[in-house]
């Protein structure tokens, strides 16, 4: 009986394939600049979107691989801010989330936001706008309202001490597709920026 991958196995092997691609290793010869407009082409560099394409196409196949064997995109997470600690399930950036996993996400979600709401009261909220570039100060009513159309959340915290932030991520649909927006709008998310009075958002 041959072995089946696990999910820390799946992650693995795609970081050393990842690695192989952007040290061209691995290139998928056939793929070409757009042909969409000469112009943009001309700053696009072949060999980059060879590497390119051979990852994309190697973790595609990781993809179905996780499909056809249930294989779970799922991490456990700890999350350490203001002395309190949280454990949640978050699907890799690397993998997709199965519909068991999708299950998981959406029965952590109401703890990941109680623990969200706890940790921030003191703080001030941004609203991440235009993939990161502006950030637009919300109250945690404007957050209740985004809450409503959720469907599961993640937290990231960035920096230490004082300038330390908490980050929420509010998404729904596929939380691989959501992170980019490449699902939009079936799969999104906002992002929510905790940080100290008087600071503005790193990240």
């Not at 309190?84 to 990941?112: E, R």
Request: charged share 20%.
């Amino acid at each position: 009986m041959s072995m089946v991958y696990n999910t820390e196995d799946l992650i693995k092997i795609l970081a050393n394939e990842r690695r192989a691609c952007i040290n061209g290793q691995r290139l998928n010869l056939k793929a070409r600049p757009t042909g969409f407009s000469p112009f943009i082409d001309m700053f696009l560099k072949t060999d980059g979107i060879q590497k390119f394409t051979a990852y994309n196409d190697f973790r595609a196949a990781v993809h179905e691989y996780q499909r056809e064997h249930q294989v779970s995109g799922i991490i456990w997470q700890t999350l350490t801010f203001q002395g309190k600690t949280l454990c949640f399930p978050k699907v890799d950036d690397q993998l997709i989330g199965l519909p068991s996993d999708m299950a998981a996400l959406k029965a952590a979600k109401d703890s990941v936001i109680s623990f969200w709401r706890e940790v921030t009261t003191k703080m001030n909220l941004y609203l991440s706008l235009n993939a990161g570039k502006f950030y637009q100060q919300i109250t945690a009513a404007d957050v209740d309202r985004i809450v409503q159309r959720t469907e599961w959340a993640s937290l990231c915290k960035l920096g230490k001490g004082d300038s330390a932030e908490l980050i929420l991520q509010l998404g729904w649909g596929k939380p691989e597709q959501a992170t980019y927006r490449q699902g939009w709008p079936e799969s999104g998310s906002e992002y929510v920026h905790a940080v100290a009075p008087g600071n503005q958002p790193i990240g």
